[in-house]
């Protein structure tokens, strides 16, 4: 059964990559490095920068990334962007790109703008895991 996107429960990495190796692998394969995370988000493969969110996998919706307000105009108005939307409402900052026909070094330039943009964000500090009161 498939999780459902905005469902908090965990995703294997395994059955993500199964969905989209190809996106998912091509991101990995470009983004790497000292702080480079992948976590499961947003129904698909986040992957993150010192805890900040850069670009996301998704079999259902493609490739997110996070390019931050400034670049939110400039991102949506080239060719195969649309504002990521929760709720209905788009959330500014964040673009999808459809990753048919998107060459290699289309997809490098993408993933560098939103690196440059999430390099810009102090660094995150891990929380520590909540602990459900009442329960045994």
Known sequence: MATAPNSSEAIDRGAIGAGMPDLAGRVRAILSGPGVSEKPMFGGLCFLIDGNMVAGASPQRGLLL???????????????????????????????????????????????????????????????????????
Do not use: C, H, N
């Not at 307000?69 to 504002?83: F, H, I, V």
């Not at 788009?90 to 790109?97: E, H």
């Not at 993408?110 to 909540?130: G, H, M, N, S, Y």
């Open 66 to 136: 996070r390019v931050g307000r400034d670049g939110y105009a400039a991102a949506l108005a080239r060719p195969g962007t649309r504002a990521m939307e929760m709720r209905g409402r788009p959330v500014a900052g964040y673009v999808y790109v459809d990753p048919a026909g998107l060459a290699d070094d289309a997809l490098a330039g993408w993933i560098a703008e939103a690196t440059a943009f999430v390099r810009t964000l102090p660094a995150k500090q891990e929380k520590e895991p909540r602990r459900r009161s009442g329960r045994s």
